[in-house]
C-alpha cells in the first residue's frame, strides 16, 4: 500500500509522532511505500514532500503582535497552507489510505478536504482528548473535568480552562466549535482509540460512534531486556508538569525512609519539583533529567517498581508499556488507560491519585516483598507480550485502513 502518515510534527517530540514513526517503520519493513506531511521546521526528519509542507508557527508560547496572533488563531481553524499542500503532495504521490495523528492547530482539519476531492479514506489515531475537550486533557485549572465531553465546549471559556485565560480559553472553544458544527472530521472513516476509556469518551462525545474503534498501542518485545531479580527503588519517568503527579510521588517516598528515587525527564515544573524534594524527601531523590532510550531502559530494569500516578486521565503511555516488557511491576493511579495496563495485585499495584500515603504503603509493601515485585515484574511482561504486540497492531491497523476504504 501507499500510506501518507499526517502529524504537526515530524520528530521524535511527544508520543503521538514517536508512535507515528515507529509504525511508518514497521509498514516500510513490510513492504510498504511510506511518506510524510507535516508543518516546516528546521527540526524535521528528511521528508519527500517537505516543501509542500505549511510554514512553521508556534503556539507555546503564541506568536508576537495582534496580527501574529489573529493569524494563527486562524489558522487553528482553517489552514488555506496546510489544505494546499496537502493537495498537492496527494496528487503526487497519490496514497491509498492516509493516516492521521494530531493535527490540530498547526495543520488543522482544513487537509481533509482535499482528500475528499480525491477519494482517498482517512484513518485516525486519537492521542488524546481534543475531540471532545478544548483544551485536550479533561482538565480545568488542573482539576479533573468532562464539562466539554457531551458537546458544551462553551464550558471551557466559562471555566477559563486553558491556564485561566478568558481569551486563550475563548480561542479553543470557538475552534472545538466550529468543528463539530461543521462536522470538520466527517471525511474520517475510523477512528482508532489506544484505551478503552478514551474510545467511550469519543463515543459518548458524538465522535461518530461508529466509527471509534479501540486498538492498543504495542512495544517492541525483541528489543526489551527484562530485569533479573527484584532491583531496588523506584523510578518515575516521563514530563514534568503537574499533572503528571510527580510531586504526589516525591511527598510518598518522603513517608518511606532510606528509600530512593529518580525522575528521569524535564519539563516547567522541574525547580518546583527539586526544591520540594529538598524539602520533604532531602537525599532521597535524584533528577536525572532528559534521557536516552537506553538510560530509560537501565532506569527501568535497577528499579523495584515504576511510578505513574498522574492526576489526569492517561491514555496509553508508551513508557508505562515499556517498563511492563522490562518486566518491572507499576504503581499507578486509577485514572484514564492506566488501570486497563495494570491489574491490581498482579503485575502493579493501583492506588488513588494525589494521596502520598496510600502511594507511600504500595512503595513500603514492595521494598518489603522482593518476590512479589518478581513476580508481579513477570506477569507485567506476560500481558505486553499477550496484549501488546506489535506484529498484531500492524495487522489490525491494515484491517482499519480496509474499512475505512470500504466506508468511504
Given at each position: 500500500?501507499?500510506?501518507?502518515?499526517?502529524?504537526?510534527?515530524?520528530?521524535?517530540?511527544?508520543?503521538?509522532?514517536?508512535?507515528?514513526?515507529?509504525?511508518?517503520?514497521?509498514?516500510?519493513?513490510?513492504?510498504?511505500?511510506?511518506?510524510?506531511?507535516?508543518?516546516?521546521?528546521?527540526?524535521?526528519?528528511?521528508?519527500?514532500?517537505?516543501?509542500?509542507?505549511?510554514?512553521?508557527?508556534?503556539?507555546?508560547?503564541?506568536?508576537?503582535?495582534?496580527?501574529?496572533?489573529?493569524?494563527?488563531?486562524?489558522?487553528?481553524?482553517?489552514?488555506?497552507?496546510?489544505?494546499?499542500?496537502?493537495?498537492?503532495?496527494?496528487?503526487?504521490?497519490?496514497?491509498?489510505?492516509?493516516?492521521?495523528?494530531?493535527?490540530?492547530?498547526?495543520?488543522?482539519?482544513?487537509?481533509?478536504?482535499?482528500?475528499?476531492?480525491?477519494?482517498?479514506?482517512?484513518?485516525?489515531?486519537?492521542?488524546?482528548?481534543?475531540?471532545?475537550?478544548?483544551?485536550?486533557?479533561?482538565?480545568?485549572?488542573?482539576?479533573?473535568?468532562?464539562?466539554?465531553?457531551?458537546?458544551?465546549?462553551?464550558?471551557?471559556t466559562r471555566r477559563r480552562c486553558q491556564g485561566g485565560s478568558l481569551p486563550a480559553s475563548a480561542v479553543l472553544t470557538i475552534e472545538s466549535g466550529l468543528h463539530r458544527l461543521t462536522r470538520a472530521y466527517r471525511p474520517v472513516g475510523r477512528f482508532i482509540a489506544p484505551s478503552r476509556f478514551l474510545a467511550d469518551q469519543l463515543r459518548r462525545g458524538g465522535v461518530f460512534p461508529e466509527r471509534v474503534r479501540q486498538l492498543n498501542n504495542y512495544v517492541d518485545a525483541a528489543?526489551?531486556?527484562?530485569?533479573?531479580?527484584?532491583?531496588?527503588?523506584?523510578?518515575?519517568?516521563?514530563?514534568?508538569?503537574?499533572?503528571?503527579?510527580?510531586?504526589?510521588?516525591?511527598?510518598?517516598?518522603?513517608?518511606?525512609?532510606?528509600?530512593?528515587?529518580?525522575?528521569?525527564?524535564?519539563?516547567?515544573?522541574?525547580?518546583?519539583?527539586?526544591?520540594?524534594?529538598?524539602?520533604?524527601?532531602?537525599?532521597?531523590?535524584?533528577?536525572?533529567?532528559?534521557?536516552?532510550?537506553?538510560?530509560?531502559?537501565?532506569?527501568?530494569?535497577?528499579?523495584?517498581?515504576?511510578?505513574?500516578?498522574?492526576?489526569?486521565?492517561?491514555?496509553?503511555?508508551?513508557?508505562?508499556?515499556?517498563?511492563?516488557?522490562?518486566?518491572?511491576?507499576?504503581?499507578?493511579?486509577?485514572?484514564?488507560?492506566?488501570?486497563?495496563?495494570?491489574?491490581?495485585?498482579?503485575?502493579?499495584?493501583?492506588?488513588?491519585?494525589?494521596?502520598?500515603?496510600?502511594?507511600?504503603?504500595?512503595?513500603?509493601?514492595?521494598?518489603?516483598?522482593?518476590?512479589?515485585?518478581?513476580?508481579?515484574?513477570?506477569?507485567?511482561?506476560?500481558?505486553?507480550?499477550?496484549?501488546?504486540?506489535?506484529?498484531?497492531?500492524?495487522?489490525?491497523?491494515?484491517?482499519?485502513?480496509?474499512?475505512?476504504?470500504?466506508?468511504?
Amino acid at each position: 500500500m501507499r500510506i501518507l502518515h499526517v502529524d504537526k510534527f515530524l520528530r521524535r517530540s511527544g508520543g503521538a509522532a514517536v508512535y507515528m514513526l515507529d509504525l511508518a517503520a514497521r509498514q516500510e519493513a513490510a513492504g510498504h511505500q511510506v511518506e510524510f506531511f507535516s508543518m516546516q521546521d528546521e527540526r524535521n526528519l528528511d521528508a519527500t514532500f517537505s516543501e509542500l509542507f505549511p510554514p512553521f508557527v508556534s503556539l507555546e508560547p503564541p506568536p508576537p503582535g495582534v496580527r501574529g496572533r489573529v493569524g494563527a488563531a486562524g489558522r487553528m481553524i482553517w489552514s488555506s497552507s496546510a489544505a494546499k499542500g496537502m493537495g498537492e503532495v496527494v496528487a503526487r504521490f497519490r496514497p491509498d489510505v492516509v493516516h492521521l495523528h494530531n493535527i490540530y492547530h498547526q495543520l488543522s482539519p482544513s487537509i481533509l478536504r482535499p482528500l475528499v476531492k480525491a477519494g482517498v479514506p482517512a484513518v485516525m489515531t486519537v492521542h488524546d482528548y481534543k475531540l471532545v475537550c478544548p483544551t485536550y486533557r479533561l482538565l480545568s485549572n488542573d482539576q479533573l473535568c468532562d464539562a466539554c465531553v457531551g458537546g458544551k465546549v462553551w464550558e471551557a471559556t466559562r471555566r477559563r480552562c486553558q491556564g485561566g485565560s478568558l481569551p486563550a480559553s475563548a480561542v479553543l472553544t470557538i475552534e472545538s466549535g466550529l468543528h463539530r458544527l461543521t462536522r470538520a472530521y466527517r471525511p474520517v472513516g475510523r477512528f482508532i482509540a489506544p484505551s478503552r476509556f478514551l474510545a467511550d469518551q469519543l463515543r459518548r462525545g458524538g465522535v461518530f460512534p461508529e466509527r471509534v474503534r479501540q486498538l492498543n498501542n504495542y512495544v517492541d518485545a525483541a528489543s526489551l531486556s527484562p530485569r533479573v531479580g527484584a532491583g531496588e527503588g523506584f523510578v518515575s519517568i516521563g514530563r514534568l508538569a503537574n499533572e503528571k503527579g510527580v510531586d504526589t510521588t516525591i511527598r510518598a517516598i518522603g513517608q518511606v525512609p532510606g528509600a530512593k528515587l529518580t525522575v528521569a525527564g524535564d519539563g516547567p515544573q522541574r525547580a518546583e519539583l527539586e526544591a520540594l524534594a529538598e524539602s520533604v524527601a532531602p537525599g532521597q531523590v535524584r533528577f536525572a533529567g532528559h534521557v536516552s532510550a537506553a538510560e530509560v531502559a537501565e532506569l527501568n530494569r535497577s528499579a523495584r517498581a515504576a511510578v505513574a500516578v498522574a492526576r489526569w486521565h492517561e491514555n496509553m503511555p508508551l513508557s508505562v508499556l515499556e517498563t511492563m516488557g522490562a518486566s518491572v511491576p507499576l504503581i499507578v493511579s486509577g485514572l484514564g488507560g492506566l488501570p486497563e495496563l495494570v491489574d491490581d495485585g498482579v503485575n502493579g499495584l493501583v492506588v488513588p491519585h494525589d494521596d502520598p500515603a496510600a502511594l507511600a504503603a504500595a512503595m513500603r509493601r514492595l521494598l518489603a516483598a522482593p518476590q512479589e515485585s518478581v513476580a508481579m515484574g513477570a506477569a507485567a511482561r506476560a500481558k505486553m507480550l499477550e496484549h501488546f504486540d506489535a506484529g498484531e497492531h500492524l495487522e489490525q491497523v491494515l484491517r482499519y485502513y480496509a474499512e475505512a476504504t470500504t466506508a468511504r
